[in-house]
C-alpha cells in the first residue's frame, strides 16, 4: 500500500495530507525549506493566525485510538498569585498551583488546553473563594465549549498559632486544595481538601511504658508519631479554613507546634498523654466533630500514623455514607501523600 493510500490514522500520514485537510490548498501548498533564523519582523495578523495549523480543532478523521468521550482533559500545576479572602475579611496572597480540566467529546480530537489558562487568567485579579470558583468554571464552559469542567486551587495556608505554655506565637502552614465541579446540566459541587498534622501517642505504649516503670523500675518513653488527617469536605454555603483548622483541633488536640520553649515541650509531652489515640480513634473522633456541623454535607478522613515503632504506617479511611458521595476507595498515591513529607 503506498503511503497515499494509508488511512489518516496511520503514523505515514504526510504532514502535507494533515495541512491540506485542515487548512485547504492555499497555505498547504505554500511550503518553503526551512531558514534558521529567528523571524524578528513577522507581523501576525489575522490571515496568518488562520493559516496556522490546528490540529486539536481538527476533523474527527484525526482522532488515534478509540473515538471515546474522555472525563477529564486539561492541565496541572500551572501557578500564579492569587489573593483569598480570609474569615475576619481581611485577605491574602498566595501562590497557588491549578489543576483545570474539562471533560471532551468522543467527536473531537482535542482542546485547546491554552484556553484554560486564558480563561483562569481573566479572574486573576478578583479575590478568590470556593464561590468564585464556580465563575471561572463558567468561563471555562464557555471559551472551550464542553460539558464538564472542574478546577483544583492547591495552597498553603497560614494561620496563627500560640504556643501553650510561653506565649509565642508562629504561622502554622497548612496544605489545602479547593475544588469545584460544575456539570453539564450546571450543578455545581465546591469542596475543601485539607491537612491537619497532629501527634498521636500510642496507647498501648503509654501502658507498656507505665507498667515497666511501675513494676520494674525502668525508665521509658513511651512512641510517638507525627500523623496527617487529610480531611475532604463537600458543603453547602461558605466554609473557611479557619473552620476546619478549629474543628480537628477541637478533635484530636494534639496539633503539631511551632515555636517551643521548654516549658512548652513539657506541656505537650502532657497534652500527648492527655489525649493518647490509634488511628481508628483518630478519624472516629473527626467523624463525631464533621457530622455535627450542619453545613458539611459529606465528607472523607484519611489519617496516617507515620510510626516512629514500626517501619510501615497505620492507616484508616472513614465516610459519611452519603449516597453518591465520597468513597472509602483511596489510591496508594493518596496514602503515601499522607505519610512523610
Given at each position: 500500500?503506498?503511503?497515499?493510500?494509508?488511512?489518516?490514522?496511520?503514523?505515514?500520514?504526510?504532514?502535507?495530507?494533515?495541512?491540506?485537510?485542515?487548512?485547504?490548498?492555499?497555505?498547504?501548498?505554500?511550503?518553503?525549506?526551512?531558514?534558521?533564523?529567528?523571524?524578528?519582523?513577522?507581523t501576525v495578523n489575522e490571515?496568518?493566525?488562520?493559516?496556522l495549523p490546528d490540529l486539536q480543532n481538527g476533523p474527527s478523521s484525526l482522532i488515534q485510538g478509540a473515538p471515546v468521550a474522555i472525563q477529564q482533559v486539561g492541565i496541572h500545576n500551572f501557578r500564579l498569585p492569587l489573593t483569598y479572602k480570609k474569615r475576619d475579611g481581611s485577605t491574602i496572597e498566595l501562590e497557588t498551583s491549578v489543576t483545570g480540566s474539562v471533560s471532551l467529546e468522543a467527536h473531537k480530537k482535542g482542546i485547546n488546553m491554552s484556553r484554560?489558562?486564558?480563561?483562569?487568567?481573566?479572574?486573576?485579579?478578583?479575590?478568590?473563594?470556593?464561590?468564585?470558583?464556580?465563575?471561572v468554571l463558567e468561563t471555562y464552559k464557555e471559551n472551550l465549549m464542553c460539558f464538564d469542567s472542574r478546577i483544583m486551587l492547591k495552597i498553603s495556608y497560614p494561620i496563627r498559632q500560640k504556643s501553650l505554655r510561653s506565649d509565642l506565637e508562629g504561622y502554622q502552614y497548612y496544605d489545602v486544595v479547593f475544588e469545584g465541579n460544575l456539570t453539564k446540566e450546571g450543578d455545581f459541587e465546591k469542596y475543601i481538601h485539607f491537612d491537619f498534622i497532629y501527634s498521636s501517642a500510642c496507647p498501648c505504649s503509654f501502658e507498656l511504658s507505665e507498667h515497666a516503670e511501675k513494676y520494674r523500675n525502668r525508665a521509658t518513653v513511651p512512641h510517638s508519631q507525627r500523623s496527617v488527617a487529610r480531611v475532604s469536605v463537600n458543603f453547602n454555603e461558605i466554609l473557611w479554613v479557619e473552620d476546619l483548622q478549629e474543628l480537628c483541633l477541637a478533635a484530636l488536640q494534639t496539633?503539631?507546634?511551632?515555636?517551643?520553649?521548654?516549658?512548652?515541650?513539657?506541656?505537650?509531652?502532657?497534652?500527648?498523654?492527655?489525649?493518647l489515640k490509634f488511628v481508628e480513634d483518630a478519624v472516629?473522633?473527626?467523624?463525631?466533630?464533621?457530622?455535627?456541623?450542619?453545613?458539611?454535607?459529606?465528607?472523607?478522613?484519611?489519617?496516617?500514623?507515620?510510626?516512629?515503632?514500626?517501619?510501615?504506617?497505620?492507616?484508616s479511611v472513614i465516610v459519611k455514607g452519603v449516597e453518591n458521595g465520597f468513597t472509602a476507595g483511596v489510591a496508594r498515591d493518596v496514602f503515601e501523600s499522607t505519610g512523610l513529607r
Amino acid at each position: 500500500m503506498s503511503n497515499q493510500e494509508q488511512t489518516h490514522g496511520s503514523p505515514a500520514v504526510t504532514k502535507d495530507v494533515v495541512a491540506r485537510e485542515i487548512m485547504g490548498e492555499k497555505y498547504s501548498n505554500s511550503y518553503a525549506p526551512p531558514i534558521r533564523i529567528y523571524d524578528r519582523e513577522l507581523t501576525v495578523n489575522e490571515e496568518y493566525i488562520s493559516s496556522l495549523p490546528d490540529l486539536q480543532n481538527g476533523p474527527s478523521s484525526l482522532i488515534q485510538g478509540a473515538p471515546v468521550a474522555i472525563q477529564q482533559v486539561g492541565i496541572h500545576n500551572f501557578r500564579l498569585p492569587l489573593t483569598y479572602k480570609k474569615r475576619d475579611g481581611s485577605t491574602i496572597e498566595l501562590e497557588t498551583s491549578v489543576t483545570g480540566s474539562v471533560s471532551l467529546e468522543a467527536h473531537k480530537k482535542g482542546i485547546n488546553m491554552s484556553r484554560i489558562m486564558r480563561s483562569f487568567y481573566a479572574h486573576k485579579d478578583e479575590t478568590f473563594s470556593t464561590n468564585k470558583i464556580k465563575d471561572v468554571l463558567e468561563t471555562y464552559k464557555e471559551n472551550l465549549m464542553c460539558f464538564d469542567s472542574r478546577i483544583m486551587l492547591k495552597i498553603s495556608y497560614p494561620i496563627r498559632q500560640k504556643s501553650l505554655r510561653s506565649d509565642l506565637e508562629g504561622y502554622q502552614y497548612y496544605d489545602v486544595v479547593f475544588e469545584g465541579n460544575l456539570t453539564k446540566e450546571g450543578d455545581f459541587e465546591k469542596y475543601i481538601h485539607f491537612d491537619f498534622i497532629y501527634s498521636s501517642a500510642c496507647p498501648c505504649s503509654f501502658e507498656l511504658s507505665e507498667h515497666a516503670e511501675k513494676y520494674r523500675n525502668r525508665a521509658t518513653v513511651p512512641h510517638s508519631q507525627r500523623s496527617v488527617a487529610r480531611v475532604s469536605v463537600n458543603f453547602n454555603e461558605i466554609l473557611w479554613v479557619e473552620d476546619l483548622q478549629e474543628l480537628c483541633l477541637a478533635a484530636l488536640q494534639t496539633e503539631t507546634q511551632v515555636i517551643v520553649k521548654r516549658e512548652d515541650e513539657q506541656a505537650f509531652a502532657e497534652m500527648n498523654a492527655s489525649y493518647l489515640k490509634f488511628v481508628e480513634d483518630a478519624v472516629r473522633l473527626l467523624f463525631e466533630k464533621l457530622n455535627n456541623e450542619p453545613n458539611i454535607k459529606d465528607f472523607r478522613i484519611i489519617a496516617s500514623h507515620n510510626e516512629s515503632l514500626h517501619s510501615h504506617n497505620a492507616v484508616s479511611v472513614i465516610v459519611k455514607g452519603v449516597e453518591n458521595g465520597f468513597t472509602a476507595g483511596v489510591a496508594r498515591d493518596v496514602f503515601e501523600s499522607t505519610g512523610l513529607r
